[in-house]
């Protein structure tokens, strides 16, 4: 038996495995594109590194793409293969390889309880937390992560190897849970501590989003940025926010630039990767900037991807694509999908039916100037379920207040707007939106054409 350095416990006896697993390790827990090898370089020293085989597994589930499945089942299937070939494995082994089969069976809640079973019994081993953090922030469980890094955060020591990485974790549970102050201090603490950790860097920027302070989120970024420049697709995420911080002070220009330049300057297939790309665009087109032809590469991506109905999260977001580029005959199949896939099992069946298919409807109803057939104030109640962050999913809350005040519906614009105003300040578009509710004509009927939804094509 040997322990590695962050305290996960294999049923090993190749030192060179296990520190190829420790890199491994840290480079995901640093969004760091060098898992894959060192995971490869681990499987080579040792074939029966079980805990190689799920960390495998779950990289293919949680990027989400149809395609991956076979990879993940393929991955359970030799980490089960291996903890039958030692007899049974270490525990923490053990509940690795049954929390990859709920994740890959689509049970992301009952795999996330699984790994913090590992953390329970011994609270500082590193990356089940890491893990189940992620799988939470799928599912938009935001009360159990944090409540998971609250129960844990005793028993962490400065000391430990992973300590900046669990209170980056900790940061963005506290951030999403609206307690601010806290959230700032404890990201700083985290890269101070792990100069490494994109994710505590992520959640102080989180902070000045939610409290519209874009200069200072500028700066932080920018201040930054030597250690998150080094992340895989991460990245494309931290210059995002950047370019919504740019957004916010009427620098569309520079949003843009960094747009091309780094949210999207690779055309790849990442859901994470578009989900930044669409809703920067939706919200540099929604305050009348013109975005040129951008949209329509992200539309071509969103059609190889309208019946994958792998996360509901990003469905929404290639749906956002699908509109906006008036391709209204593939945005009716991304929409019967998810209609379809509510009348399924698993997590994202759950959430298809809880809120996506609502949702999805809303949206391509709206973009044919249809009025919606929804409370839209209890439909925004429900939209944590998604999964992802309040920043990300503060794209479809704007489209919800738009949606209300185009068909004239000043009460509900104004409830969705008070709604956003409970977790964020207000910000340029909530006065644009306040500023437009009280000058404009309240007519019976408003009826807005798809053109609506077009003019930032």
């Given at each position: 038996?040997?322990q590695?350095?962050?305290?996960?416990?294999?049923?090993?006896e190749?030192?060179?495995?296990?520190?190829?697993?420790?890199?491994a390790t840290d480079e995901?827990?640093?969004?760091?594109?060098?898992?894959?090898?060192?995971?490869?370089e681990?499987l080579?020293?040792?074939?029966?590194?079980?805990?190689?085989?799920?960390l495998?597994?779950?990289a293919q589930?949680i990027?989400?793409?149809?395609?991956?499945?076979?990879?993940?089942?393929?991955a359970l299937?030799?980490?089960e293969?291996?903890?039958?070939?030692?007899?049974g494995?270490?525990e923490?082994?053990?509940?690795?390889?049954f929390?990859?089969?709920r994740?890959?069976?689509g049970?992301?809640?009952t795999a996330?309880?699984?790994?913090e079973?590992?953390?329970?019994?011994r609270?500082?081993?590193f990356?089940p937390?890491?893990?189940s953090h992620?799988?939470?922030?799928m599912?938009?469980?935001l009360?159990?992560?944090l409540?998971?890094?609250?129960?844990?955060?005793p028993?962490?020591d400065?000391a430990?190897?992973?300590?900046?990485?669990?209170?980056?974790?900790?940061?963005f549970?506290?951030?999403?849970a609206g307690?601010?102050?806290?959230?700032?201090r404890t990201g700083?603490a985290?890269?101070l501590?792990?100069p490494?950790?994109?994710?505590?860097?992520?959640?102080v920027?989180?902070v000045?989003?939610?409290?519209?302070q874009?200069a200072?989120?500028?700066?932080?970024i920018?201040?930054?940025?030597?250690?998150?420049t080094g992340c895989?697709?991460?990245?494309?995420?931290l210059a995002?926010h950047q370019?919504?911080?740019?957004?916010?002070?009427?620098?569309?220009?520079?949003a843009l630039h960094?747009?091309?330049?780094?949210i999207?300057?690779h055309?790849?297939?990442d859901?994470?990767?578009?989900?930044?790309?669409?809703?920067?665009l939706?919200?540099l087109a929604?305050?009348?900037?013109?975005v040129g032809?951008?949209?329509?590469?992200?539309?071509?991506?969103?059609r190889?991807?309208?019946?994958?109905?792998?996360?509901?999260?990003?469905?929404?977001?290639?749906?956002?694509?699908?509109?906006?580029?008036?391709d209204?005959?593939?945005?009716?199949?991304?929409?019967?999908?998810?209609?379809a896939r509510?009348?399924?099992?698993g997590?994202q069946a759950?959430?298809a039916a809880l809120v996506?298919?609502?949702l999805?409807q809303?949206?391509?109803?709206?973009?044919?100037?249809?009025?919606?057939?929804?409370?839209l104030?209890?439909?925004a109640?429900?939209?944590?379920?998604?999964?992802?962050?309040?920043?990300?999913?503060?794209?479809f809350?704007?489209?919800?207040?738009q949606?209300a005040?185009r068909q004239?519906?000043?009460?509900?614009?104004?409830?969705?707007?008070r709604?956003r105003?409970?977790?964020?300040?207000?910000?340029?578009?909530?006065?644009?939106?306040f500023?437009?509710?009280?000058?404009?004509p309240a007519?019976?009927t408003v009826?807005?054409?798809?053109?609506?939804?077009?003019?930032?094509?």
């Amino acid at each position: 038996m040997i322990q590695d350095i962050f305290r996960l416990a294999h049923t090993a006896e190749h030192p060179d495995a296990i520190a190829a697993f420790e890199r491994a390790t840290d480079e995901v827990a640093a969004h760091r594109p060098g898992a894959g090898a060192a995971l490869a370089e681990a499987l080579a020293a040792d074939p029966q590194l079980v805990a190689a085989h799920c960390l495998k597994g779950f990289a293919q589930v949680i990027l989400a793409r149809s395609e991956l499945q076979l990879g993940a089942e393929a991955a359970l299937l030799s980490a089960e293969q291996a903890l039958q070939a030692k007899g049974g494995g270490s525990e923490d082994e053990t509940l690795l390889v049954f929390a990859l089969r709920r994740a890959t069976e689509g049970k992301f809640h009952t795999a996330a309880d699984l790994l913090e079973t590992i953390t329970d019994a011994r609270p500082t081993v590193f990356l089940p937390l890491k893990l189940s953090h992620a799988l939470r922030f799928m599912v938009g469980d935001l009360a159990g992560m944090l409540k998971c890094t609250e129960a844990l955060a005793p028993a962490y020591d400065p000391a430990l190897d992973g300590y900046g990485y669990f209170l980056g974790c900790h940061a963005f549970g506290l951030e999403e849970a609206g307690r601010y102050e806290e959230a700032e201090r404890t990201g700083r603490a985290a890269t101070l501590a792990e100069p490494k950790d994109a994710w505590g860097i992520h959640a102080v920027a989180h902070v000045y989003e939610m409290r519209h302070q874009p200069a200072d989120g500028i700066a932080w970024i920018n201040q930054q940025r030597a250690s998150w420049t080094g992340c895989n697709n991460f990245a494309y995420h931290l210059a995002w926010h950047q370019g919504l911080f740019h957004l916010e002070q009427g620098e569309a220009d520079v949003a843009l630039h960094l747009y091309d330049t780094e949210i999207r300057a690779h055309s790849t297939d990442d859901f994470r990767d578009i989900t930044n790309a669409a809703s920067l665009l939706w919200r540099l087109a929604e305050q009348g900037t013109a975005v040129g032809t951008r949209w329509g590469e992200l539309a071509e991506r969103a059609r190889q991807r309208k019946t994958d109905g792998t996360l509901m999260f990003a469905a929404l977001h290639h749906l956002l694509s699908l509109l906006a580029t008036g391709d209204f005959a593939s945005a009716h199949e991304c929409v019967a999908m998810i209609g379809a896939r509510a009348e399924g099992e698993g997590d994202q069946a759950r959430v298809a039916a809880l809120v996506a298919r609502d949702l999805a409807q809303t949206l391509l109803r709206a973009a044919q100037g249809q009025r919606p057939r929804l409370d839209l104030p209890e439909l925004a109640e429900r939209l944590p379920l998604l999964g992802g962050s309040h920043a990300q999913r503060d794209v479809f809350m704007r489209a919800l207040a738009q949606s209300a005040a185009r068909q004239g519906n000043r009460k509900e614009a104004a409830t969705l707007l008070r709604m956003r105003a409970e977790r964020r300040r207000v910000d340029r578009f909530a006065e644009r939106m306040f500023q437009t509710l009280a000058t404009a004509p309240a007519p019976a009927t408003v009826a807005h054409g798809p053109s609506q939804w077009r003019h930032h094509a």
